[in-house]
């Protein structure tokens, strides 16, 4: 099956809702992460508990959100959504070992929030890298798409 079906799918099981494919949108959620992804480089050091809620909530979900826009789809707010966006996104931007460690970084956080788990820096800084290199993927895919804006 490809992305197309994958995505479809997605929708039929109410993951996703399909939306107006907009690479505006795209844009403006990409450039909103790479603020965040410049304040989170800024305070891992001193806080990385907050460095990595923010990396998550603030970069990779919106970055995740933009590949989906893109291509016409949003997530639901059913429980789970997270993770859904994680798995569409896999499905438009292969990318599998990048995604898998953005999986990680929700998964992380998570450890954070509810385990009260604190994260090793050198697992932000990572998360970060990751990230970066996740925004400009997606960048990528939003340049080859000037017709949506």
Known sequence: MGSAEEL?????????EPI???AA??????????RSLVTCRSI?????????LLVWDGVAFPTLTAALALAGYRVTNRMGHHRVAVE????LLGADALLSRIGSIRRMRDRGMYENEPPDLDEVTQALDDCESLIELVAKAVGRAPHLI
Request: glycine letters at 2%.
């Open 8 to 16: 479809k799918t997605m929708a039929d099981r109410q993951e996703l």
């Open 20 to 22: 107006e494919p907009s």
């Open 25 to 34: 949108k795209a844009s403006s959620l990409l450039a909103d992460a790479r």
């Open 44 to 52: 891992a050091g001193k806080d990385p508990k907050s460095a990595l």
């Open 88 to 91: 569409a996104a896999r499905h």
